[in-house]
């Protein structure tokens, strides 16, 4: 079970990371604040859930990481 959330994380990463290059190659846009965000999340969600499920790290470290990502997203919220 633990292998099937890995290769899930996996793709998920791969997943955003090929939209972002459609985006700055095919639709010819540049890398901006919304797609670093995007990015930020992208790859460190899965990565606290897999670490997470081998126990790598702790309830609490999960959660504070958890804080950290929501909090960096929605830092520019307002802003707009």
């Known amino acids: ?11 998920i990463m791969g997943g955003g990371l090929g939209g972002i290059f ?7 846009t540049g890398i901006n604040t919304k797609m670093i965000q995007f990015l930020a999340v992208i790859f460190i969600l899965p990565l606290i859930l897999v670490l997470g499920i081998f126990n790598i790290i702790g309830r609490e470290t999960i959660g504070t990481l958890l804080g950290v990502v929501i909090g960096y997203v929605l830092s520019g919220f307002g802003k707009e």
């Open 1 to 11: 079970m633990q292998l099937w959330i890995g290769l899930l994380a996996v793709i």
């Open 22 to 28: 459609y985006l700055v190659i095919k639709q010819q």
